[in-house]
């Protein structure tokens, strides 16, 4: 037995892996998908409502972050809330382009 390793009483294969009672059996239950709307919140990040971007993202990252953690539950709630957030973040956005824009016809034509 070599030093620092702890008995065990499952069989090893040729590449390492341990034969634990035939787990090859068991079905381990799906995870549900994954929805951290990622690719939504970078896509609001070029809009120019900037705080609300980098918060939607913020909660995409953690989102993302729950779910490689195995929180499942608080995944989907973090995802939820950074499509909330991305979309206010959308509407926010197109508002001050509207706003810009009509502000520099209205001087053009004075």
Known sequence: MALGMPYSDA????????????????????????QSYLILTIFT?????????IVALVFSLM??????????????????????????SLIIGIIIIIIFFVVQFALIEL
């Open 11 to 34: 069989k090893s294969s040729l590449n390492g892996s341990a034969d634990f009672e035939h787990s090859w059996n068991a079905e381990a239950p799906t995870p549900p998908p994954m």
């Open 45 to 53: 990040c070029f809009c120019p409502a900037y705080p609300v971007n």
């Open 63 to 88: 989102s993302r972050k729950s779910y490689e953690l195995g929180d499942y539950e608080g995944s989907k709630r973090l995802g939820k809330q950074a499509l909330h957030v991305a979309i206010a």
